[in-house]
């Protein structure tokens, strides 16, 4: 081989250059299974449950969902851990990395109280929704369990940060699997009734989810508190609150916090409202977000490896790295749907079919329900190439520091899926296909507006670490922005990233 050619091939090889597909794969490959492995479990709760009746299933369905979204904020916080840890990464200040990590553990810990408040509150919760009494039953008890493990779920996000937002995603990936195995288990023997336990069904399920979500708390403390990771990491000294780093990640975390709210809070509604159509439309949605959220999480895997990437190549000021990036996830995954969506369209029953193994409802009613999840699941595919752009594109902006567009644009676009579906069914009750547009074009419109965020290039001078340039410590502005009173470090940035 000729002097020269591996440069060459790490220049101008796809695969090989750096932020290209080999570095992106190897971030998010692990990322990817460990989503999955959360994904797997929540879609087999859900088919287990159906199997002891529909109803079960779509009362954990929206009562999860529901959960999900009193938890969102912090949760986005907590998450918000991994772009603190990428951006002090990637500009070699391993000392910050403890600390950040521990500020999204207090945010975690300090969450506790809505926990607790959420398990009296649920009856008046659920009671808004107009589901019937049996299904209305099942969703309180299903939340009110799920609440005792919300805590540990915002916990092991932030103890997660210290692994992914280095790199090292190849640990999340292990103890997301060995735990999510363990769910399944725990799953089949409460909810059933094995080996001795009573069949305690959509009860069984919460408690094996929230027995999961507390062992995985002890797994990730005994592994982030290693000898090396203290002396490397200070993270056994970086565990004490710190005013400075808990305020920066309130104040960038706080906005993809509150995106994760408006986001969930608008596909709850719409669930909820659904819900109002009758038991038919409610299990053939459920069945089409189930398989929807089972099928996307290698894209959400590969968007959380765009946003550590931005955040690490970015922290060594290079911004064009960290566009390349992003871009070559965005390929990854745009591959990964294409090939999804086709199986959408012309092979349904390959998703569809588990959720009949065992089915106790009336033929007359699975054969109704298969057929309309069948024409839902193409509303699915029509909408997945804008989602997968949604999901790259607002990963790779977060991860710069672009909380605030996101929150706005989060909130107008949540407020109008939630307006109009309560348009579609309340008032013009147009029937479960027109909401279902109703969703394709909101998911349409999401990637096209992130997507020219992106191209618009704010975030690319955006930070949320203070930077050492040369030995001095540049502090982060309130935008995001590193400060230009010193020109001679934004004309180092400008040489380096170029």
Known sequence: MPAGSDSRIEEYSWWQRPAGGREVFIVAMPLVVSSMSWTVLTFIDRMFLN??????????????????VVFCLPLGICT?????????????????????????VWVALLSTPLAVACVPLAPYIFQITGHGPEISRQEILYFQILCVGGPAMLVTQAFSSFYSGRGETWVVMLVDGAVALL???????????????????IAGAAWATVASLWIKVGVY??????????????????MRFS???????????????????????????????????????TEATTMAFSISSFAFMPVWGIGMAASVLVGQHLGEDRDDLAARATWTSLGLAMSYIAVLSLLFVFTPSLFLDVFFMHDTDPAAEQAAV???????????????????????????????????????????????LAGLSWLTIEVWQLGIYACWTVVTGWVWAMGVVFWLRFLQGSWRSMRVIEQHHHGAIVEPSTNGELREDD????????????
């Open 51 to 68: 199997w002891v009746s529909g109803t079960s299933m779509s009362a954990a369905f929206s009562s999860g969902m529901m959960w999900f």
């Open 80 to 104: 918000y851990a991994n772009t603190f840890v990428s951006q002090y990464h990637g500009d070699r200040q391993p000392e910050q990395i403890g600390p950040s990590m521990w500020q999204g």
């Open 183 to 201: 769910n399944v288990v725990l799953d089949y023997v409460l909810i059933f009734g094995v080996a001795g336990s009573p069949a305690m069904g």
């Open 221 to 238: 403390l005994l592994l982030v508190l290693q000898r090396k990771h203290q002396i490397k990491f200070n993270t056994l000294g970086g």
């Open 243 to 281: 005013r400075d780093l808990f305020g920066r990640l309130i104040y960038f975390g706080g906005p993809s916090g509150i995106q994760m709210v408006l986001e969930v809070l608008g596909f709850t509604t719409f669930v909820m409202l659904v819900g109002r159509i009758g038991g038919l439309e």
């Open 370 to 416: 298969y057929r309309m999840a069948t024409v839902l699941l193409r509303f699915v595919a029509a909408y997945c190439m804008f989602d997968a752009m949604n999901m790259v594109f607002v990963s790779a902006i977060k991860g710069a520091g672009d909380t605030r567009f996101v929150l706005y644009v989060s909130l107008v676009m949540a407020a109008m």
């Open 487 to 498: 020109p001679s470090i934004f004309s180092e940035t400008t040489n380096v990233s170029r």
